[in-house]
């Protein structure tokens, strides 16, 4: 007799290539302000820096500029990109947009348990607001957002705010940089969840649309003060 084969072996993660870990890398310290907009960084430092040779660096720095975050500089190096006020205020538009289709789409589909799971997510927030722990709390806020797309079952509004949300967490995180700015967005975020436990289309769609507006105000204030 011919043994059963059962699922007794767990399949081998491929680990990440060297253009991914560079890349995670230098998008880290573009996102902490570790690497600052505006300034020049050689690929040869970069490479130093993260203990590779420059090939990996170069294909992850074709594929920051191609996000956004970089502008690459013939012989030079790289420099940190700026957002321009317009560039934010496109940005943010599209954000709305995209958002607030969300809420309109999960508002009267949303069940108690994905409720309890956006309050989790929330509590993720918190716990990096009462720890300023800006980078953690975009991760968080990343996931929060992520998780309400998720919801609407349409891949190409997941798709749609996939593509500008490394923009947007770059953003955020200069927005949060205002003292006092972390417990109004974690204000912000619980309306938003009440709305939803509602089932108001509506109001789902205000809080949204208040909390979206609320950052995009502070990311413009960030950028005049720099």
């Keep these: 007799m011919i043994p059963h084969e059962s699922n007794t072996l767990s399949a081998i993660k491929t680990p990440p290539s060297l253009r991914e870990m560079a890349f995670d890398a230098i998008k880290e310290g573009i996102m902490g302000n570790t690497l600052k907009s505006g300034h020049i960084y050689s ?6 820096q993260l203990g ?10 074709l594929d920051l500029a191609n996000r956004g975050f970089v502008i690459l500089i013939p012989r030079k190096g790289v420099s940190i990109r700026t957002l321009t006020i317009g560039e934010i205020k496109d940005l943010y538009e599209f954000r709305l947009v995209l958002e607030v289709a969300v809420m309109r789409r999960i508002a009267d589909r949303i069940n108690p348990r994905q409720i309890e799971c956006l309050w989790e997510i929330h509590n993720a927030c918190v716990a990096a607001t009462e720890s300023d722990d800006h980078v953690g709390y975009i991760k968080s806020d990343r996931e929060y957002h992520s998780f309400m797309a998720s919801l609407t079952g349409n891949a190409y509004l997941v798709g749609a705010l996939e593509n500008v949300r490394d923009l947007i967490d770059w953003m955020g995180v200069r927005a949060m940089t205002r003292p006092g700015r972390l417990p109004e967005v974690d204000l912000e975020h619980a309306e938003v969840i009440e709305r939803l436990a509602q089932g108001d289309q509506e109001t789902a769609a205000v809080a949204m649309e208040k909390h979206v507006r609320a950052t995009e105000h502070n990311s413009l204030a960030w950028h005049d003060r720099q």
Aim: net charge neutral; proline share 6%.
């Design 43 to 48: 690929e040869h430092a970069l490479a130093k």
């Design 52 to 61: 590779m040779s420059k090939t990996p660096v170069h294909e992850a720095l």
